[in-house]
Each structure stands twice: as C-alpha cells, then as structure tokens.
C-alpha cells in the first residue's frame, strides 16, 4: 500500500525539499511515546485498523507544499491520490463558516442579528415558539443552544432542507429547536448550521450549494469540492466509498446528506489545503478571494462557558493553545468518514488528513503527530514519557468496573498482556503505563489516577482525556 500521485504544489525551494522527504516517509507517532518506542509507517497503521484509503495535505508558510495518499477508494477501485473526493463531513463546518462570513463582509448579512428578523420562525423552541437571541455569530461558535448535534446521513430518499428543521420523514433526526438560551454555554450542533444554510438561502435567495460554489470553491481553486452527494454509480466510481469498523464497504457505498452546512461537502485533501491557502492569504491582509475578516473573525474565540470541558471555539472551528502555538482544529465524522484539519493562524502551516473508515480516527490523529515531529510544530507533538515497571500490587488492585456521570457509564480496566489496559464506552483497550508519583498514562495520551485502596481493591478513578473534563469513576460492587 504505497504512496501514490504525490504532488509537490508550491512552497519555497527547500521547503517543497522537506515536503518531499516527509512524504516519502512518514512517520505515525501515537499519543504517548515511551523512549525507544519505534515510529511506524502510515502503511502499517492503516492496515492494523482496517483502513482502505487515507488522503493528505500538508501547508508550510501557507501554501501547500505537497499532498497525496496511501491505498484505495475500496478494494476494486482505484488508488487514492490529493485528487480523490471524500465526504470531509464536520469539515465542511469551517467552509460553511467562510461563506457565512463573506456574506457578513459583503452587507448582505448581520452576524449580530436575530435570525428569526430574517427567516421568522427559524430559531424555535421544542414547543414551536420563536427563541430570541440566535444570531450568525453564536450559530457559527455552537452557542446558540440549538441541539442535534451531528446528522446519521441516509441510504434512502433524499429530505428537503424544511424537512430536516421540522423533522418530517424522510428526515432522520428530530426537529431542530432551541434547546438552551443562547448564549449560555457552548452546545456543539450540526442542527445549528443547518439553520445557517436556511439563512443563506434566504438572504442570498438561490441554493446553498451555488452560493458556496459561487463565492468560495470556485474563487479558490476548488474545482474537485462540491455537494452533489451522487447516488453510487457511473460517474462516481472515482470517489472514496465508506468503509465500517471491520474494513468492509458500506453497503450503499456512502449516506447521502441534506445537511451540506454541517456535513455534506464532498471534497480532497488537495483542495481542502487550497481552502487553508485562502485563510492564510486572507489572514496576512493580501489581497485573494478570501475577505481580511474571514479569517480575523475564525480565529476569535466565544466568551462564554465551555459546556463539559470542552474546548473553546471560533467561528467553525475548535481553537487551542497560546501565541504562536495556537492552532485551529476540527474532526470530521460521518458513517464511513472520518477527517482532520488544522491551521496555525501565526505561521500558516496546516494539514489536512481524511480516510474512507470508520477507525480512521486515532490514526489520523497519528498522521498528524507524525507531521508536527517532523516539521518541529510548536504544538500537538506525542507525549513522551518515561514509563516505569507496572507494580505487582497494582495488578491485583486496580482492574474492575467503574461508574461515571449521569448516564451511568462504565471504565473498565483489566489485566492484558501481563499490564493494565483502560476502556472508555467510546473506545477500545489502549494501554496503561506507571509515570511516577502514582500518576499513569493512557497510550491515548489520558492520564490516570487511582484512589486509596480498600479491601485490597481500589475504589476510585479519575480519567482525563486530552483537552477534555475529568471523568470520575466509583468501582462496581463485586
């Protein structure tokens, strides 16, 4: 499973020098890295997760200095390259995000502007009444208190975009209301974005996807990106299809979405890095298809509480890190999808990272470390770690069943390999290993703590996962 159609872009001579060798052999890095802990190759990993086909573009200074890809579209087609379409799925956030805001520096939309001044009746509550207080600017930072988070996508008829508000069939989720006051908390929502894609139509008057095309992918060289959302077929054969956690491809080949705002964007590594090309351009105030603001307003992060610890956001995107470190991220995920995007405002290097799997996601996260080591990025570099010898007591103590949070979840942590291993519901066994003072790391970079043992068995734990709140856990009787 090589490297295929790598293509050198742009970028200055021994940057597109770098670019090359990087892509000739790149690395993955886990989360957590032990000392001689060897890296392995991007092949490896995606044949150990079941992974068919994984695109990648990489920005130096702004510009795109290569991209490429590794195995197949499925396992009859053809190899995938920067060319081959994905469905990006949340990443079509950031895209939604830009359109929203040329619109915004064009006069033709208030971001500060009830929508229901504009679509009356477009921001309500689970009774039906209108909601004041849902503006662009708190649809496009997840803090307008609209709910239904992230959409399944269908193999069946295809739902008007009025269908999906009110959740009418053949719509595959509720109706889409005001679920909290805007403005209190961040509630990401996939049903937010969509009623900014009403929003646009309404104001633009023509269809979301044709505005989009007009106003952004055209201007930017996304000549590969589109929302057509084909059925399988002739004419298709060329795009990624998805692929299930066992590796085998959907049986319709991919869902299709109404919801083009939040996840509907077909599009390739290529493009998606001409995309972070235009942000850049448009952040360094030259002149390009992309207004200065677009990118100042992304960057901007929403004071208000973070809602289960999570992280801030700008306009599309989640915002981490200080200064120079700071860099803009969003995962995409939709049934047989998974993708990855990030831009450092301060220097304009980037990468984008989408596969055709529904396990796909830790190992793009690998990818990306792989890239941040390589080109000595300020930021999401593996944790590296000094593991010590697992204490035999520990062993004994620890491994059990722990309940958490309102929803009566479960950690379990056992014995595998001679070593402890944790679980999370979401998640399968990753590897536990002893740093000192008591402390323990996860292989997926969460850290760990035991309370005080009784009865011989520990009582408590408490997980961090990276960038998120502390899951707190009370072992099981028995």
Known sequence: MALTALAVLAGSASGSQDARSLADGLLIRPPVEAPGAPAGPVEARMTEASIPGLAVAVLQGGRVAWAGGWGRTRPDGPPVDARTPFQVASLSKPVTAA????????????????????????????????????TPHRLLRHSAGVGTPGFPGTSGPLPELDDVLDGRSPATVPPIRVEAPPGDLTLYSGGGYVLLQRLVEAVVGRPFAEVVGERLLLPLGMADSDYADPEPGPGAEGRAAGHDRAGGPLPEAWRRYAEDAAAGLWSTAADMGRFLEGLHQA??????????????????????????????????????????????????????????????????????????????????????????V??????????????????EEALASVPGHYRFGPADLVIEVAVRDGALALKLPWS?????RPVGDGRWVAADGADVTFGAVEDGQVRTITVVPPGQAPLDGVREPG
């Open 283 to 372: 952040g360094a105030g030259a002149d390009g298809p992309l207004p200065p603001a677009v990118a100042a307003e992304m960057g901007r992060p929403i004071p208000v509480r973070m809602a289960g610890g999570a992280p801030t956001w700008g306009a599309g995107w989640e915002i981490h890190g200080q200064g120079a470190a700071t860099y803009l991220s969003i995962t995409g995920n939709n049934p047989g999808y998974r993708a990855r995007m990030v831009w450092f405002p301060a220097t304009g290097d980037g990468v984008v990272v989408l596969t055709n799997a529904d396990r796909g996601g830790p190992v793009i996260d690998d990818v990306v470390r792989g890239i941040a």
């Open 99 to 134: 359109a929203v805001l040329t619109l915004a520096d064009e006069g033709l939309l208030d971001l500060d502007a009830d929508v229901n001044t504009v679509v009356p009746g477009l921001a309500r509550s689970p009774s039906g009444a209108a909601v004041d207080g849902v």
């Open 428 to 432: 399968d066994f990753v590897a536990l």
């Open 374 to 391: 390589r080109l000595a990025w300020p930021a999401l570099q593996p944790r590296r770690v000094a593991a010590g010898a697992v204490p």
